[in-house]
């Protein structure tokens, strides 16, 4: 099953991201894309999963194969970054502005969420979301003597408005989350803390909230070009945790991006960021962080560059500066070839909310500190030798300070939380992808990758045990007939051994979805999960339901 990023709610939604699928242009052989609604949410009971292996940058390549949207469309995150300028035309007035979806299944697997884009007038539109997503029944967690009654719902609001002046274009946004569940044990660290925080394993509760407001220019006419936006986000925790006691996080974000083009193929541009962070709790220290990306970037026909570095300080908690490259290139011969190679790195701040999308079930015995990519090289090759087929071959290596780390407990650990402890790590990495589409009738793809991890204190400590060494991705997609897709999904990662011969058990999920598009814009579906029932903790600490099965409805209006 494919990984994902918890959907926290965040408030810098992009005005052009719409729940529903886009308007699809004119069918070509040559080169289509469609774009499909997940019709249900696959992956919902496995928000925490989020894969933190070396992103695989992918190169600019005419796409020449279909590209569904099979995940979760989330709010996105406070990213500033160049967008395309407001759209109020013709186009947008054809597509669907609702989305409803609803769907149920065992263990009370529920997923409901809807949405809708009003254009109230030419230049002001508003973007509203509600959600909620969750399970509650029993999980088998190893070392526990009866399965684990896990229950997790969280529920999500959020509304963001646009107002485009002649050419800058305003944004006013915010969002609000629930998020409750209960730990699947009782640490003995909690019997010396207060009875309001011993309770936290019983029923725990976040609440996040946010508000943003920001400027961006919505035209080429301007000199120089901006995104600047600003805003105030806290995350709160009802009851202690082990090592941490109850308490808010407060942080105020501040993203600008400043570009200009020199001429048709020259940009040259600066990315700033500021967060200021705060905190109820004693035991955790106020820090500010400021980071600064300035880069050249050349568009040519054949050759794609940006020069770029990223020079990052922070105030405490890992004081000091830091500065890692952000250089790619990519050449392109004969229209369908790419070769590429990057050097990319920068900052990746450990506050709660980084946490909690990694596993809401996180432990930690200190304050985390920043995590530093001080180089992330990679150099690959990428083909599309005929309409639909595409192949990708990749190899890199990457070194991080305070990397996060899973520690989750071993048979002979007096513990029963997933720790995040915090290690320089290093990884090799190498594999190859290979994808091809035929219209709307099939689709598949194949990836491996290989890893080779290490870390600095060796195998003192077991912080590589849900690490792979081996991860496999199979997807296929077939049209049955008019309106019916069904589809298969394979995930298989091979781990690394830890401290004393002990091997974590292998991710190794099947899973099997259909679809069926009822009438305009009604899609029935359904989707058997996990197959195989195997019972396995994901990289960052969270217990995987056994089988379960979901089906629903959704409609675009």
Not at 69 to 87: E, H, I, K, N, Q
Not at 275 to 294: F, G, H, V, W
């Amino acid at each position: 099953m494919k990984q994902i990023k918890i959907a926290l709610v965040c408030a810098g939604l992009l005005p052009g991201a719409v729940i529903s699928a886009q308007e699809q242009k004119k069918d070509s052989t040559l080169n289509r894309t469609v774009v499909v609604e997940n019709q249900y949410n696959p992956e919902v009971m496995d928000a925490f999963k989020v894969n933190v292996l070396p992103k695989v940058e992918e190169p600019a390549v005419a796409k020449k194969n279909i590209d569904y949207a099979t995940s979760l469309r989330p709010l996105t995150s406070w990213t500033v970054r160049p967008m395309d300028s407001f759209t109020r035309d013709l186009e947008w007035k054809k597509a669907p502005r609702g989305y409803i979806r609803g769907a149920y299944g065992s263990r009370n697997n529920a997923d409901l969420k809807a949405s809708y884009l009003w254009d109230m007038t030419d230049r002001d539109r508003l973007d509203v979301m509600a959600s909620l997503y969750g399970f509650s029944g029993d999980v088998h967690v190893d070392g526990i003597s009866s399965d684990w009654k896990a229950r997790f719902y969280r529920t999500d609001l959020s509304a963001v408005y646009t107002h485009a002046f002649r050419k800058v274009d305003f944004r006013l946004g915010g969002s609000f989350a629930s998020q409750v569940f209960n730990h699947y044990s009782m640490p003995l660290e909690v019997s010396s803390a207060t009875q309001e925080g011993a309770d936290f394993a019983g029923h725990q509760h976040y609440t996040l909230g946010e508000g943003f407001l920001g400027f961006r220019s919505n035209t080429e006419d301007l000199p120089v070009q901006f995104d600047v936006q600003t805003g105030y986000r806290r995350f709160n925790r009802k009851y202690a945790v082990p090592n941490l006691t109850d308490g808010a996080e407060n942080e105020i974000h501040t993203a600008a991006h400043v570009w200009g083009h020199l001429n048709e193929e020259q940009q040259v541009g600066v990315g700033i960021t500021m967060d200021n962070l705060s905190y109820d709790s004693q035991n955790m220290k106020n820090y500010t962080s400021l980071e600064a990306n300035p880069y050249y970037a050349y568009d040519g026909d054949n050759w794609k560059l940006r020069l770029g570095v990223h020079v990052d300080w922070q105030s405490a908690n890992g004081s000091g500066v830091d500065v890692a490259p952000d250089v790619k290139v990519d050449y392109v011969f004969s229209d369908s070839y790419v070769i590429y190679v990057q050097a990319l790195g920068g900052r990746e701040l450990n506050d709660f909310r980084r946490l909690n999308e990694l596993s809401p079930y996180w432990g930690q015995k200190e304050q985390l500190r920043s995590t530093y990519t001080l180089a992330d090289m990679q150099l690959g090759f990428k083909a599309s030798p005929v309409t639909g087929l595409g192949l990708k071959v990749f190899g890199g290596y990457r070194i991080t300070d305070d990397e996060v780390l899973t520690c989750y407990p071993l048979p002979d650990f007096a513990c029963a939380l997933p720790w995040m402890m915090q290690d320089k790590a290093k990884v090799g990495y190498g594999g190859a992808r290979l994808e091809y589409g035929y219209k709307d009738w099939a689709d598949f793809s194949l990836e491996g990758i290989y890893y080779s991890w290490d870390t600095e204190s060796g195998s003192e400590y077991p912080l590589l045990m849900y690490k792979p060494e081996l991860a496999l991705n199979f997807h296929v997609r077939a049209r049955v007939f008019a309106g019916l897709h069904v589809g298969l999904d394979y995930q298989y990662e091979g781990r690394k051994e830890a401290m004393k011969g002990y091997k974590a058990d292998p991710v190794n999920n099947l899973c099997l979805n259909a679809e069926y598009g009822w009438k305009k814009g009604v899609n029935v579906f359904v989707r058997f999960n996990n197959l195989l029932n195997k019972n396995y903790i994901t990289q960052t600490g969270y217990p995987e339901q056994g089988f379960y099965a979901m089906g629903g409805i959704s409609w675009s209006f």
